[in-house]
């Protein structure tokens, strides 16, 4: 019933949009290369994947930020990190129509003929071995465009909201030049607040929170303060709406939850700073409606109902993205 439900939605568009459907439809953050290779998946697998080819076509995803997560305690951090990008490399040979993508323009392109672009985002800068540098260029040649500084523990460079830690480290200011340097978009989803305010106040180049919601909708330490947003705004930067529901609403998050949070994310860092990071795929709680990416129509049709413009879901759907990801590219210096 949902998928019919679902399929219905996608073909009638929001309110006003007619003709002019954006190009670029971007999910931030997305946790299916931990499944493709911890439980020996295919990324175009019919079932066992919220965020696989086929739901992220359903719902009309065309831009997936695929993530690397270097995993806990009991793994070796950097040798996994580099086992989820060669299977994700393998995978994006093996399919037909789906592409690494290097730029915005590139990921126009793929869009524009109806196929799925991909690149690549790493939730944690522990999964960096010690030659940092070395791993990071390694990365960004491989298609690596985001850097999440923290997962839910702090490390060598930086203080999570997991564990309450603190600000930056010598090494973490390092890090953050260096990644900017190259034209990498520096993601303060996972951070601490100190971090978060030293990264987003010092930035010369637009930062994001590729999976967060809004503090001051639901309390939360992984969601962002009023502060943040704004920050983020002022840098140029996005928040992508994370959809696992116990960040939503304390119990029976839905759609229309997640579109409060879109809301008050357009309320104070107006409309350029909302972007979708669903998190599917990262063993979320995911909304009732909500259960995997195919069903993504009916969360555009909530934000339209709780009163966002169709400019504004246009641009939250992949151009807000586009815009802070080009001027990331255009500061990297050589």
């Known amino acids: 019933m949902l998928i019919a439900v679902v399929a219905a939605l996608a073909s009638i568009p929001t309110r006003g949009e007619g003709a002019a459907v954006p190009a670029v439809r971007a999910d931030l953050h997305l946790d299916t290369p931990s499944q493709v290779l911890l439980e020996s998946l295919a990324l175009d697998a019919q079932d066992g994947l919220e965020a696989g080819v086929p739901r992220l076509e359903e719902g009309g995803t065309n831009l ?11 793994v070796s951090h950097r040798t996994r990190t580099f086992a989820l990008l060669e299977r994700m490399e393998a995978e994006i040979t093996r399919l037909d129509g789906v592409h690494l993508v290097r730029s915005p323009a590139d990921a126009r392109r793929v869009a524009a003929r109806g196929e799925l672009g991909v690149l690549f985002a790493l939730e944690g800068a522990h999964g960096l071995g010690a030659d940092w540098r070395g791993d990071l260029a390694e990365l960004h040649e491989r298609g690596l465009a985001m850097l999440g500084l923290t997962w839910s523990t702090s490390n060598r460079f930086a ?18 030049r260096e990644a900017q340097r190259l034209g990498m978009l520096v993601d303060l989803s996972h951070a601490s607040d100190a971090t978060a305010r030293e990264v987003c106040l010092g930035s010369p180049v637009p930062v994001v ?21 704004r920050c983020i705004a002022e840098s140029g930067g996005v928040v992508g709406l994370n959809l696992h529901g116990p960040f939503l609403r304390a119990a029976g998050a839905d759609a229309a939850a997640a579109a409060r949070h879109a809301t008050h994310l357009r309320e104070v860092g107006g409309p350029g700073v909302v972007a979708l990071g669903s998190d599917y795929d990262g063993w979320i ?3 009732t409606d909500l259960p995997h990416a195919g069903a993504l129509p009916l969360l555009w049709r909530a934000m339209a109902e709780a009163g966002l413009s169709d400019d504004d879901i246009r641009a939250a759907r992949g151009e807000n993205f586009l815009r802070a990801w080009e001027r990331a590219q255009t500061s990297a210096r050589p």
């Open 64 to 74: 997936a930020v695929m993530v690397l997560w270097p995993g806990g305690r009991g």
């Open 159 to 176: 203080g999570s909201s997991g564990d309450g830690g603190g600000g930056l480290t010598e090494d973490g200011r390092l890090l953050i």
């Open 209 to 229: 929170a590729s999976h967060s919601g809004a503090r001051a909708v639901l309390d939360h330490p992984r969601n962002l303060s009023d502060s943040l947003i």
């Open 285 to 287: 709680k995911t909304p």
